[in-house]
């Protein structure tokens, strides 16, 4: 388990409460490319058997929050979207290092890293949210991506030693605090 080192700012939640219709088209996009990339690594490391039935549970868990937020945004007469590059995201694969190895661990410490800004990010919608039935479903999934970056920081501790882990993802994690200060604040999850 490891603390993100720079908090969102609670006007991003306030902007996306306010912009509901522009978000969840951003949100179903992050979830259906969240299941794109666990389905990636399974076929990619495939002589990994504990790695690729880990993605596949991803991939079916990440799909069925993508069918929830469609299912939301119909109710709400909403539309997908086209689909945008993620400038975040964009930007923290591209610290991953070339080769093998130390590509496969940038992998694995790039989404956790992801899915922790991904948990803090729903459960601040949720608590931005007033009572009922979205809000309700922003702590489940907030709660459900909560686990999915302690799922990439255990496969990497299984496959590399614990100081290499550490050592690289403090790296990863300074970079990060310091793309997600100079992001802008917009009704999308990152």
């Excluded at 929050?65 to 945004?73: D, S």
């Excluded at 689909?83 to 975040?88: A, G, Q, R, T």
């Excluded at 989404?111 to 009572?131: C, H, K, N, Q």
């Amino acid at each position: 388990m490891f603390k993100l080192r720079y908090p969102t700012p609670t006007a991003w939640a306030d902007t996306v409460v306010a912009a509901m219709a522009e978000f969840l088209p951003d949100h179903a996009s992050a979830e259906y490319k969240a299941s794109g990339m666990a389905m990636s690594m399974a076929l990619h490391y495939r002589d990994k058997p504990e790695l690729v039935s880990a993605m596949i549970d991803l991939a079916i868990e990440e799909l069925a929050h993508f069918r929830e937020v469609v299912k939301i945004m119909e109710s709400r007469g909403l539309v997908l979207q086209k689909d945008d590059k993620d400038p975040y995201v964009n930007d923290l694969r591209g610290q991953m290092r070339k080769g093998s190895e130390i590509y496969f661990l940038d992998r694995l410490l790039v989404a956790a890293i992801i899915e922790a800004r991904g948990a803090e990010r729903f459960g601040l919608v949720a608590t931005a949210l007033p009572s009922g039935s979205l809000k309700d479903f922003y702590a489940l999934i907030a709660k459900s991506e909560d686990k999915h970056h302690s799922l990439f920081t255990d496969l990497a501790n299984r496959y590399f030693p614990a100081t290499l882990v550490s050592q690289r993802l403090d790296q990863l994690l300074d970079h990060e605090a310091q793309l997600v200060a100079t992001l802008p604040i917009r009704a999308a999850l990152h």
